[in-house]
């Protein structure tokens, strides 16, 4: 079962930062928070990870609270092409190695 | 650097019969995981191969299997195809299994 809750969509305006949040209230204290997102017909594309601390790469932000229980992804100015499925996930030990679980995702659309 | 790629795109199956997949991981990517991705859904998390190992495993049978090989490529098996199993297979790679996964463009299975 996947361990983040998002919200199923969001819009944003084309030029405006997009937030795109995320909650992971049972988070231990060694996962990390990744997120991907997946345009259509692709494969899923990594964009940012953390663990406690905020972190800023070409693509976005990640603003993880001090509790660790939510972040917020940001990218600063959306295009139309940030369109996509946004992946919040967090990384879990599984047996003998890592498994990545997946939730449905936020649906950000970027509108002109 | 070239990328995660899969083949073939596309295939049909039909009930009852095996399938293999193949991918080709990123040069230097020691770490390759399966997903399987139903229409409108996130990624489901098959397995992961660490060093030609299983290194862990989601919640799918036996007839899920999986071989990789020391020239960074990998297969995914699976035996006695059921309906259900029409999806988007996904392969990605990455260093270690820590680190952030490349995933390659998928296979889209469709079984009649």
């Known amino acids: 079962d996947a361990k983040t809750t998002q919200p199923p969509s969001m819009d944003c305006a084309e030029g405006r930062a997009a937030n795109l949040p995320c909650n992971h209230s049972t988070i231990s204290g060694n996962e990390y928070v990744y997120w991907y997102r997946q345009i259509h017909s692709q494969g899923p594309q990594y964009i940012i990870h953390?663990?406690?601390n905020n972190e800023t790469n070409e693509m976005a932000s990640l603003i993880i609270t001090e509790d660790r229980k939510s972040s917020t992804l940001i990218l600063p100015h959306a295009t139309l092409r940030d369109t996509a499925v946004y992946y919040c996930?967090?990384?879990?030990?599984?047996?003998?190695?890592?498994?990545?679980?997946f939730g449905a995702g936020t649906r950000l659309f970027v509108k002109a | 650097e070239t990328g995660v790629t899969q083949s073939p795109t596309h295939l049909i199956k039909t009930r009852g019969q095996q399938v293999t997949l193949r991918c080709s991981s990123q040069?230097?990517?020691?770490?390759v995981s399966w997903y399987q991705q139903a229409l409108g859904q996130g990624p489901q998390f098959i397995f992961q191969y660490y060093r030609e190992e299983e290194n862990g495993r989601g919640n799918f049978p036996p007839r899920f299997s999986g071989l990789q090989f020391p020239n960074y490529s990998s297969e995914l098996n699976v035996n006695a195809l059921e309906l259900d199993d029409s999806a988007l297979y996904l392969c990605a790679s990455s260093q270690t299994p820590g680190q952030p996964q490349h995933f390659g463009d998928g296979t889209r299975l469709s079984i009649l």
């Open positions: 996930i967090v990384r879990v030990p599984g047996t003998g190695g890592f498994k990545t679980i």
């Open positions: 953390g663990l406690k």
């Open positions: 040069s230097g990517h020691n770490t």
